[in-house]
């Protein structure tokens, strides 16, 4: 079976940061050149020459078009051979395979399957990242020496908050509540409410809070790379009012680059208004979190590692994470049908 | 200029006019026939224009020449008819000649 899912948008890298000049991504352990084209769209294609192999991202960008840097081949943004030095004729197969990108969120999403699949409007969108109401700010390419699954576990587990967090996003409040989850169509929702109990460090800081408050921590995921936890503060969690409450997506935008390697590109979203000194703070409080996950997921990495095939214990708290890994093999499953 | 059959793999026989000076590649590249990919362009060093020559034509074509003889060494499917078509210049003499591609 395949090791990745491919029909699906997976996010490369900030749109920020591609401009009009060669760049080289890996991702799902394919090397991509990107670029942005004078008119402004993204484009990726496969970083080999046909020719000799050298990457194509150690060429030139003339104009909209990639010159190699060993003996000039010359590929448009269809990834079409239009120039062969020292020759007259171009040869016809000559070229370059492209891939579909899209830019949403303040990503670049790509996709790396069967390209008449690609369809943008599949491309992940969470609808207050647009609302007025609501503020954004992007945050770090954080690279992680683990799996991306490793990462997704994560993502599907609320539990692990009041032990690797004790500094930003958890406390001990709560240690005991049950998680609860749901398996909807491509994703699953794990959660659990703590209420009418201290603020987390995080809201301590930011939420103006006086006495204790009840808590609700969401985790959607998406198969196979997207996550945004829900994490809200307020009062009145048990009668159903959340009117009144701060609430933060921390969204999680995660690139598989191999088996050891993967890139969270993570942004927050809250439901108030905050200047750049704000903004920066709290991105500071997620940084220092996501650093606590890239500790703890590369250490387990390195004994995955040396302890290839050996049997984990599953305990109650892993119910989502066993159904988030057979949701992306359902989904490899079903791309290896189709092929056939 | 001549009229050019081409045969691919498959079977398939493709009819082209090829203009007096073109070669035999540039005949078929420029008519779409499949499994002439023509990569060095003409340039004698790929192969990638390989196919055989009729049996009735085989004398009023020619004989590859050293380097063309070198070049097709490197094919794995080489046969007493085989030549490199952008070693073929075509004119009048050669109207009616039916090739085959060897490459699919």
């Not at chain 1, 198969?223 to 829900?230: C, K, N």
Request: proline fraction near 5%; hydrophobic fraction near 35%; aromatic fraction near 10%.
């Amino acid at each position: 079976m395949n090791k990745y899912a491919l029909n699906t948008w997976y996010p490369l890298t900030w749109s920020r940061d591609i401009r009009h000049e060669l760049s080289s991504h890996r991702i799902v352990e394919q090397d991509v050149v990107v670029y942005r084209a004078a008119a402004g769209e993204v484009v990726a294609m496969e970083d080999l020459c046909p020719h000799r192999f050298l990457p194509l991202s150690m060429g030139r960008l003339k104009d909209d078009n990639i010159e190699c840097g060993y003996h000039g081949m010359t590929f448009d943004c269809s990834g079409t051979c239009v120039r062969v030095p020292g020759q007259d004729m171009v040869p016809p197969k000559a070229r370059v395979v492209t891939y579909p990108t899209h830019e949403n969120m303040g990503l670049v999403w790509i996709w790396m399957g069967d390209p008449e699949l690609a369809d943008t409007s599949k491309v992940f969108d969470l609808p207050q990242y647009h609302d007025p109401d609501w503020s954004v700010a992007e945050g770090d390419a954080l690279k992680i020496n683990a799996n991306y699954i490793s990462l997704a576990d994560n993502l599907c587990d609320p539990a692990h908050v009041n032990f690797v967090h004790l500094s930003t996003l958890g406390n001990s409040a709560g240690e005991d509540v049950k998680i609860q989850f749901e398996v909807q169509e491509d994703k699953i929702v794990t959660w659990r409410w703590i209420n009418d109990a201290p603020p987390i460090p995080l809201f301590e800081k930011f939420g103006n809070f006086s006495g204790n408050v009840d808590r609700w921590h969401y985790y959607h995921y998406y198969a196979p790379i997207i996550d945004f936890g829900s994490a809200a503060t307020g009062t009145g969690a048990p009668e159903g009012a959340r009117d009144n409450c701060i609430q933060i997506y921390a969204c999680h935008f995660m690139t598989p680059v191999d088996d050891g390697t993967t890139i969270d590109h993570w942004l927050h979203v809250k439901n108030f208004q905050a200047d750049a000194d704000m903004n920066t703070a709290l991105s500071n409080e997620f940084r220092k979190a996501f650093l606590e996950d890239k500790t703890i997921l590369e250490a387990i990495q390195e004994k995955e590692d040396q302890f290839k095939g050996r049997q984990k214990l599953k305990i109650a708290i892993d119910a989502a994470p066993i159904r988030m890994r057979k949701m992306i093999e359902t989904m490899k499953a079903a791309e290896e049908t189709n092929q056939t | 200029m001549a009229k050019v059959t081409y045969i691919d793999k498959s079977g398939n026989v493709y009819k082209a006019d090829v203009e007096d000076g073109l070669t035999l590649m540039q005949g078929a590249v420029y008519n779409d026939v499949p499994g002439i990919d023509a990569e060095c362009g003409g340039a004698c060093v790929c192969a990638t224009c390989h196919i055989y020559i009729d049996e009735e034509w085989r004398e009023k074509v020619g004989r590859p020449n050293d380097v063309e003889s070198m070049t097709l060494e490197e094919v794995d499917n080489i046969r007493p008819s085989s030549r490199l078509a952008c070693q073929i210049e075509v004119d009048s003499g050669l109207d009616g000649l039916v090739v085959h591609v060897a490459n699919g």
